[in-house]
Structures are given as structure tokens and as C-alpha cells.
């Protein structure tokens, strides 16, 4: 018996013995439920378009022949994910003729992004990329990028609105599985396909295949219902342009805006996961200097730290139930802050197999288990009355921390060495865990699951005056100049002009007063 198939049943055997132990406890029993079962094949659907776009994309067009310098193109079509929350308000209130009313809102949106997306993907598989005849494969790779975030979008709602409460958590971490799983078809299977060591059906051929991974999420769609998506505005007779635009536009940013605690939560959704995000960027080069081999590296990884994830992601859910919201979180955040501290460990040792994949395992089922927990912070931040919109810019602004702050990583650890870039990373998620105590002080993180009140109508019906208007539309300006501020090369200068806009309008939006009524 080969090492590696022994290293393989090991893993196997390890994961079916936590399984089934697991559910004996009551705490993981809603993974078995109707619901986290539909979050999951959710999650299917939501999760191969990406790797499709990116991994699995870059890897054809290199074996083709295209050169390097044209595959970066491809960093352009991360960009409409990170910037989803400026459309997030049309799939919240935009009614769509027939399909809304012979579905829903989310499903009707659900099915028609998905009809797009299928025949942009098989465009995209057709259209036959050759060096310097690029434009009709980038025209409908950008296409897939959009559809792709818009469906996010929907599905994201979509599970969010469907979830009880004490499934809330487990739908979560469901819902990261399913995505996962996209994430396997669309990379390791679509290769498996096109590959001549594989099926040999070529490119085209693959990609089309791949785009029926969309299946699932109509099943799971059909098998849940419309949901619980509240709609006060959009049907009521003599709405004018105007009102419309305010519910739809200004009161989601508006509602969270003037929360208590609004931009503390901010801060604290911008920086928890940044020491974590540093670690993760700089954890392949320290491999390759640590002298690892290639297959030492996917064993490990790949094999032994996936399965780690995925244990860690099925301990969030029970872990909130336990500890509740504020206590799941501040610990959870502690785990992934220390156990950074096994790369330092690593780092010390050198080259030795057994500490990496001890390193791996435990940064990985930490990893999971914050996964699951802040993913779930977020969701239920989202008032049901704005799901799409307020998720997609609350994902906006996570992805800024683990983006954007994450940078100097790569330069910290040239001038300090492995050992202390480690420390620093344990260094650099004190910021978080401070504002998260703020938080929990001031009674801002409430132990249950949902972190929101219901709207209040009356405010969202004042007049909100130009100064508020004037600070929305400032936050707008700078999240987004400073989510593109990496993919563009952005000059350091003007990220922050977008960093101070951004701050500039929060406050406005925070602080400035309604119009006056005569």
C-alpha cells in the first residue's frame, strides 16, 4: 500500500468516525434538517461560476499557449463581486414581470439570472480563445463575472430569508460546503472532462457541462418555496420614481447607517479577520522556502486541511448554540488569532511534515470554525426588509479586510523572517477582538442569531435631506474605490482618498439632519 493511499484512508476514516460520533449530540441534529439541506445545494450553484472564471480558466488558456501578461486580464473579473451591493438594490425591490408572481421575488430572480448565466457559459466554452483574437472570449467572460455576483446576490438573500432560527448557524455552514463543492466541479472536474488524460471532451464541451452545476439550486429553490421576503413598497398604488429610489437605494444604507453601534460594527467587520487573511497569503511562499515537496504540500493542504475546514465549519454552528452570538465570536477569534502561533512552531522546526500538517489542520479547523461564525454574524445583521442589499455591502466591506489590509503581508515578512511575521499576525487581530469587546460592552452583539430589530416605518418615511443623501452617496464612492483599489493598481495616494470619502460619508449619512417638513 502506496503512502498516499494510506494517508488517504486514514483521512477517510478519521472524518466518518467525527461524523458519526457528531450526531449523537442534538446540538448537530438541524444538519439534518430540510432547510440547511436546501442552503447547501445553494451553495452548489453559488460556488462553481468563480472557479470556472478564475482557477479553471487560467489553467486553459496557459495550456493553450496564451501568454502570461494576457491571462492577467483575469483579476478584472473578481471586480463585479466586489462591487455587487450597487445592483443588490434592483434584486431587492425590482419586481420582474411574471416570474415574481408566479414565484417570488428571490426564486423569480433566481430563475432568470440562472437562464442567463447557463447560455453565457456555454458562449464562454465556445468562444474559442486564441493569442490575439481574445475579444469575444473577454467579452463573455465579463458577462459570466456579472451574473455570476448577481446570482450570489439572490442566493444569498434567498438562504438568509429561508433559515429558522435554530438552523440558522447550521444552514451556514451548509451553505459554505455547497460551496465548496461548486468550487471541486468546476475546478477539478470541468479539467477532468476538457483533460485528454481525462475524458478528452474538450473545452467547450466541459465548460457546457459544468453549467448544468446551476441544477441544484433550482431544486433546492423549488423544494423551499418563495420565502419570507418582505415587500412594503414596490406594489403600492401612486408610488412615485422618487419614492421608489429612497426604498430601494437610500433606506438600506440608511436603516444600517443609524443603527446604535453602526460604525463600530464596521470597523469591527473590516478588521476581525485580518491577521488570519496575512497568514493566508504568505502560507504557500513560507512551503516553498520551509524546501517542501509538491505532493508533501497537496497532502497536507488539500487533504488533511480540507478536512479540518470542513470539521471546523460543522463545529460553528454548535459552537454559537453553545457560547451564543458574542461569545461564539470573541472565541472563535482567539482560536484563529493563536493558533497561528503553530506556524511559528513550523517556522522553528523546518522542514518536517507531520508540524506542517499539524500547523495546517489547526489553522484550518479554526479557520472553519470563524468561518461559519462570522458568516452567520453577517447574515444576521441583513434586515429582512433589505436581505440582498445590506448582506452584499456587509461582504463588501469584509472583503476590504481580507483584501486591501492584507497587503504589506508579503513585505512584513521579507524584513522580519518567518518566525516573527507569524507573531505579527497574532499581533494584527488585536484590533478586532478590541472592537469586538467594544461591541459586546455597549450591548451592540446580542447572544441570539438575528442582530436586528424590526424597521422602524415611520423613520424610513421622513424626509432624508441632502446632507444624508450627499454622505450615502460618498460611502458608495469610496467602498467602492477602495474594493478596486488592488485589482486596478490604484496609486497608495488615492486609496486613501477613498479610505477618507468613505469615513467622510458615513459620518454625514450618520450625523446629517432629515429635511424640514413645512
Not at 69 to 88: D, E, N, Q, R, S
Not at 104 to 119: H, K
Not at 425 to 454: D, N
Request: charged residues 10%.
Amino acid at each position: 500500500m502506496s503512502v498516499d493511499l494510506m494517508r488517504f484512508l486514514i483521512f477517510v476514516g478519521i472524518l466518518v468516525a467525527v461524523a458519526m460520533v457528531a450526531m449523537t449530540s442534538k446540538t448537530f441534529r438541524p444538519y439534518l434538517r430540510k432547510n440547511p439541506a436546501i442552503a447547501f445545494l445553494l451553495g452548489v450553484s453559488s460556488g462553481f461560476p468563480l472557479t470556472l472564471l478564475i482557477a479553471t480558466m487560467t489553467f486553459w488558456l496557459a495550456r493553450i499557449g496564451i501568454d502570461t501578461a494576457t491571462i492577467g486580464f483575469m483579476v478584472a473579473l473578481g471586480i463585479p463581486y466586489t462591487i455587487k451591493f450597487l445592483w443588490a438594490p434592483l434584486v431587492d425591490k425590482l419586481p420582474l414581470p411574471f416570474l415574481t408572481k408566479t414565484f417570488g421575488q428571490r426564486r423569480g430572480w433566481l430563475f432568470f439570472i440562472q437562464a442567463l448565466l447557463f447560455f453565457s457559459i456555454w458562449q464562454l466554452g465556445a468562444s474559442n480563445p486564441q493569442q490575439g483574437n481574445m475579444g469575444l472570449f473577454a467579452v463573455w467572460a465579463l458577462i459570466t463575472a456579472f451574473l455570476s455576483a448577481t446570482q450570489d446576490i439572490v442566493i444569498d438573500a434567498y438562504r438568509i430569508e429561508i433559515l429558522e432560527e435554530d438552523e440558522f448557524a447550521h444552514g451556514t455552514a451548509t451553505n459554505q460546503f455547497g460551496y465548496r463543492t461548486g468550487n471541486l466541479i468546476a475546478g477539478a472536474g470541468t479539467i477532468y472532462f476538457a483533460s485528454q488524460e481525462g475524458l478528452g471532451l474538450g473545452w467547450a464541451t466541459a465548460y457546457g457541462l459544468t453549467a448544468f452545476a446551476i441544477i441544484p439550486a433550482i431544486i433546492g429553490a423549488l423544494w423551499a418555496g418563495p420565502g419570507k421576503f418582505v415587500d412594503r413598497y414596490s406594489h403600492v398604488a401612486g408610488k412615485t420614481p422618487g419614492q421608489w429610489l429612497t426604498e430601494a437605494v437610500v433606506n438600506p444604507f440608511r436603516e444600517f447607517l443609524t443603527r446604535h453601534g453602526a460604525f463600530i460594527i464596521l470597523g469591527f467587520v473590516l478588521v476581525y479577520k485580518v491577521g488570519d487573511a496575512m497568514g493566508q497569503a504568505m502560507l504557500s511562499p513560507m512551503i516553498v522556502d520551509l524546501g517542501f515537496s509538491d505532493t508533501d504540500y497537496i497532502t497536507a493542504n488539500k487533504l488533511w486541511g480540507f478536512g479540518a475546514l470542513i470539521v471546523g465549519s460543522a463545529l460553528g454552528a454548535p459552537f454559537i448554540l453553545w457560547l451564543g452570538m458574542g461569545r461564539a465570536l470573541l472565541i472563535s477569534g482567539l482560536l484563529m488569532m493563536f493558533s497561528n502561533g503553530m506556524f511559528m512552531l513550523l517556522a522553528a522546526t523546518g522542514n518536517s511534515y507531520w508540524m506542517m500538517v499539524a500547523a495546517i489542520c489547526t489553522e484550518n479547523l479554526t479557520s472553519g470554525i470563524g468561518l461559519t461564525v462570522f458568516a452567520t454574524y453577517l447574515s444576521g445583521l441583513s434586515s429582512i426588509a433589505y436581505t440582498a442589499t445590506q448582506f452584499a455591502l456587509l461582504s463588501s466591506f469584509a472583503g476590504v479586510g481580507r483584501t486591501f489590509m492584507a497587503g504589506p503581508a508579503g513585505i512584513i515578512a521579507e524584513n522580519v523572517g518567518w518566525f516573527w511575521f507569524w507573531g505579527f499576525t497574532i499581533v494584527a487581530a488585536i484590533p478586532g477582538m478590541f472592537l469586538l469587546w467594544l461591541l459586546w460592552s455597549k450591548g451592540y452583539v446580542v447572544q441570539g442569531i438575528r442582530q436586528t430589530e424590526a424597521v422602524d416605518e415611520t423613520k424610513l418615511r421622513e424626509p432624508v435631506g441632502p446632507i444624508r443623501i450627499a454622505g450615502f452617496l460618498l460611502v458608495v464612492a469610496g467602498l467602492i474605490g477602495l474594493l478596486l483599489s488592488g485589482p486596478l493598481e490604484f496609486a497608495n495616494s488615492l486609496t486613501a482618498i477613498f479610505a477618507a470619502l468613505l469615513v467622510a460619508g458615513g459620518l454625514l449619512a450618520w450625523k446629517g439632519q432629515p429635511a424640514k417638513v413645512a
